[in-house]
């Protein structure tokens, strides 16, 4: 039963989490600083995530496959290839190590 009420206070979260954004006034979104951090903040979100995923298993910290795509699809974003470029080569290097024992 503790599942669902922790759905339920999710929901109840998201919800009042919405109606706060509907109710901030106009102005104070317009602010520079308020604009610039909800654009930069989506970017951080995602990298922390990435880095979470890429570097840990539980609670330990490893390098492996995934770190090698990740490297991979960092040198081909440096190079400005296109963005399934860039997807092929992180999985083609993943692979590759993951097939090599690693």
């Keep these: ?14 919800y009042l989490v919405k109606l706060v954004g509907l109710l901030v006034p106009a102005d104070t979104l317009e602010r520079p600083l308020v604009q610039r951090m909800a654009a930069l903040l989506p970017v951080a979100l995602l990298a922390a995530l990435t880095a979470q995923q890429t570097f840990s298993v539980g609670d330990a910290l490893v390098l492996d496959a995934r770190a090698a795509g990740l ?4 040198v081909a974003l440096v190079l400005r290839a296109p963005f399934l470029v860039v997807v092929g080569a992180a999985v083609a290097v993943a692979a590759g190590v993951r097939a090599l024992g690693g």
């Design 1 to 14: 039963m503790s599942v669902w009420i922790a759905i339920a206070a999710t929901a109840v979260g998201c």
């Design 71 to 74: 490297g991979a699809a960092a």
